[in-house]
């Protein structure tokens, strides 16, 4: 079945510095991309997502870049803030009757030192 | 902002003892997924519905676990042995579509099994 790795499992920057997460899958048959912050006590957060059918995709402070041939996905976050210390997840979706559920990467928790 | 409500936050059990949890989805939405997210922050996927029938779910779930979403009642996950590996972080998430759209998360349950 698909299989979602994630890269680096921590990272911990100083304020305002840039990150980058790095995403690899295995199905080729994924199609969405979603992408989710998670704090402590707080419910998973949509923060962006990316369909197979583009290559790139910025909303605000994050830029996320797929890389179909290679099935590898990254995203940049710019300016950081104490605000977006969580620990962040791609996932990989296929669009096949019955196959909607969403594989996990293995989370990269980010810390922003003030 | 996501309206999928969890219930109970905290569950403590026995070992032996039934666990059970329930899930309103977001209004509208008839795709509820369940998940359980591990220590290590690792997704299992459980089982997933539309409306309030079972689309796929895991071996696990249909031996050792019960789980329904009748209409006009929250969704609902039983664990009917608890086990110390059970021990988890269940997450509810509600989607208009099976796939490929973006997926709703609770703020979940936390099962301790003592």
């Known amino acids: 079945g698909e299989q979602v790795e994630q890269l680096p499992s921590s990272l911990i920057v100083q304020e305002g510095a840039s990150v980058l997460i790095n995403c690899s899958y295995t199905?080729?048959?994924?199609?969405?991309f979603p992408w989710y912050k998670q704090e402590p006590g707080k419910r998973l957060q949509f923060i962006i997502d990316?369909?197979?059918?583009?290559e790139r995709k910025q909303t605000q402070r994050l830029t996320l870049l797929f890389d179909k041939k290679t099935k590898h996905l990254s995203l940049h976050i710019t300016a950081t803030q104490p605000g977006d210390s969580a620990i962040y997840f791609c996932?990989?979706?296929?669009?096949?009757?019955?196959?909607?559920?969403?594989?996990f990467g293995q989370g990269t928790k980010l810390s922003i030192k003030p | 902002n996501s309206k999928v409500i969890q219930t109970p936050r905290y569950l403590v059990k026995g070992q032996g003892q039934k666990a059970k949890m329930r899930c309103i989805p977001e209004?509208?939405?008839?795709?509820v997924f369940w998940y359980q997210q591990n220590k290590n922050n690792e997704f299992k996927f459980l089982i997933n519905?539309?409306?309030?029938?079972?689309?796929?779910q895991i071996d696990m779930t249909e031996k050792r676990f019960s789980a329904e979403c009748p209409s006009n009642s929250p969704c609902s996950l039983e664990i009917q042995s608890s086990e110390a590996g059970d021990s988890a972080l269940y997450l509810c998430?509600?989607?208009?579509?099976?796939?490929?759209?973006?997926?709703?998360f609770g703020k979940g349950t936390r099962l301790t099994v003592v």
């Open positions: 996932s990989a979706s296929i669009m096949n009757y019955n196959q909607g559920k969403l594989i």
């Open positions: 199905d080729s048959a994924s199609v969405y």
């Open positions: 990316i369909r197979s059918n583009m």
């Open positions: 209004k509208g939405h008839p795709v």
């Open positions: 519905f539309q409306n309030q029938e079972v689309l796929q």
């Open positions: 998430a509600s989607s208009l579509a099976q796939s490929n759209t973006e997926v709703f």
